[in-house]
């Protein structure tokens, strides 16, 4: 018996340590990161417990390997933790006897028996339970500690991967829109977006760089109305699916975005968020950043709120401006409209009931919106179903769809992504506390999410300039789907001087 004591009391002392180590590393970066105004995730720990090769497995996969070994943590943290809870349930124990003495040792006092040495005795008692109690906070300061480490490294691993999804760096191509664009004949120019902008007086990137710097563009003439018709006809091949329109805010609590599986860093560590620096009276409130997409600000409309199982499929569709700090990506695509730092696009959010069954009719839903959206402007397109190394965090599966920019036949082939769908199953709604309540009752779920790009303005400008170049006439034929929004251009042509 007092062998087994000196044991947990040595391995006790030995995860103590490890606790006070967590107190003033991981803990406290966790809270400043995550104010009290945020949601409070629901992860589901249990199953990571459970499956924690799994999990790690599923990290190697997707090229996650900083958090490989978070799954094996867990397992270990709540060891240590049930250890706490045995040694404090000891030490109540042990408290609850004392007082129980304590009350005894008062009788004994009012009957004036045994005064001198109950007076001692008491005192012996009090001193005890006073180191007791101390004893006792430092272990539910410890316990408290532990969990909030373990849900901080649940909260870091990745959604978990879809059998539909490729393992590995590369994609499976699904099948091809308009055909494929075979041989150069199909294309026999190489002219690039950013020539023909040049030529009919439509881009300006010299003057951006010198208003904003590199990575940002003006849209002149046409191209400004190529936008605003873009955006226009996306929203209305969007809505005839049934997607409601929102116009959300572009700047985002930063708890926020990482909640919704984006953060300040990528793998590599490069900087990926545009974080608004605060001012000095702003000090200790939630930070800002720009929102990189939409789908941060649809995805936290319910954040901490109940959604009625009746409501889903519940889907809406935007147009926003996103904010890309694209850090580390200079020297590649720099030139022209294909990688910028800040760009239009419409994309649609929605969520579903947390079956695979819903979540796979929204999810195939988005992509025919898509589809329908590309083949119109008449661009030669692939659909890929990409792989797990290409899966941010919140996706289970990711579809994309990719452009073929003649400019580009020296770099992919020609292919560039212009559109992009994914399933994060619960990912986003059990970090943003989002909720449902079933028709049946009984006990809350949660809902599942996806998202997808209907439109992104710029590369799809790119593309239209691209492929829809005649040579000969020096000439941009703008599809017949935009003109009710282009004011009567149907063909961009040389200015006259």
């Known amino acids: 018996m007092a062998e087994r004591a000196i044991a947990a009391a040595q391995r006790l002392q030995v995860t103590s340590k490890s606790i006070r180590s967590l107190l003033s590393t991981t803990a406290d970066s966790a809270r400043a990161a995550r104010p009290s105004i945020a949601p409070k995730p629901?992860?589901?720990i249990k199953s990571i417990r459970r499956n924690p090769e799994l999990h790690s497995q599923n990290c190697e996969d997707r090229n996650y390997h900083a958090f490989s070994k978070h799954s094996k943590e867990i397992v270990q943290s709540f060891e240590q933790w049930k250890l706490l809870q045995h040694q404090g349930r000891s030490l109540r124990e042990r408290n609850n006897k004392l007082q129980s003495k304590l009350t005894h040792?008062?009788?004994?006092?009012?009957?004036g028996e045994a005064q001198s040495h109950d007076v001692v005795e008491k005192e012996r008692i009090l001193e005890e339970a006073q180191k007791l109690k101390g004893e006792i906070n430092?272990?539910?300061?410890?316990?408290?500690t532990l969990q909030s480490h373990i849900e901080d490294l649940a909260q870091d691993l990745p959604n978990l991967t879809s059998s539909e999804t490729p393992v590995g760096s590369e994609p499976k191509v699904l099948e091809y829109i308009n055909s494929h664009p075979d041989s150069p004949s199909s294309h026999p120019h190489s002219t690039s977006h950013v020539q023909i902008g040049a030529d009919l007086d439509l881009l300006d990137f010299t003057s951006a760089a010198s208003t904003s710097g590199w990575g940002y563009y003006f849209l002149k003439n046409e191209a400004a109305l190529l936008e605003q018709a873009l955006v226009q006809f996306a929203l209305s091949v969007a809505r005839n699916a049934g997607f409601s329109v929102v116009s959300p805010p572009s700047m985002v609590y930063s708890h926020i975005s990482s909640a919704c599986g984006f953060r300040p860093r990528d793998q590599s560590g490069e900087q990926q968020v545009y974080s608004i620096a605060q001012q000095e009276a702003d000090r200790g409130r939630p930070e800002l950043?720009?929102?990189?997409?939409?789908?941060?600000?649809?995805a936290a409309m319910k954040a901490s709120t109940e959604i009625e199982e009746a409501e889903l499929p519940l889907r809406m569709v935007g147009s926003s401006r996103c904010y890309r700090a694209e850090a580390g990506s200079r020297g590649v695509d720099t030139k022209g409209l294909y990688r910028v730092h800040e760009f239009t696009k419409v994309e649609m959010f929605a969520w579903t009931k947390p079956d695979n069954e819903s979540v796979n009719e929204l999810f195939a839903q988005m992509v025919s919106v898509q589809k329908r959206i590309l083949e119109a402007l008449g661009l030669h397109c692939r659909v890929l179903e990409q792989p797990s190394h290409d899966?941010?965090?919140?996706?289970?599966?990711?579809?994309?769809?990719?452009?073929?920019f003649p400019s580009r036949r020296d770099r992919d082939e020609g292919w560039g992504e212009v559109t992009s769908t994914s399933i994060c199953t619960d990912y986003q709604t059990r970090r943003l506390a989002t909720r449902m309540r079933s028709k049946a009752g009984g006990a809350l779920g949660f809902p599942y999410t996806a998202n997808g790009t209907a439109l992104a303005v710029p590369r799809v400008i790119a593309a239209i300039l691209e492929n829809h170049w005649d040579e000969k006439e020096a000439s941009v034929k703008i599809p017949k789907v935009l003109w009710p929004w282009m004011h009567g251009v149907e063909v961009i042509r040389r200015k006259k001087q």
């Not at 950043?289 to 649809?298: C, H, V």
């Open 289 to 298: 950043s720009l929102a990189g997409t939409a789908e941060i600000p649809f």
């Open 42 to 44: 629901i992860i589901d």
């Open 391 to 404: 899966l941010g965090a919140s996706a289970t599966r990711k579809q994309d769809i990719e452009a073929f």
């Open 138 to 144: 430092e272990i539910s300061k410890q316990e408290d």
């Open 105 to 111: 040792t008062k009788k004994l006092n009012r009957n």
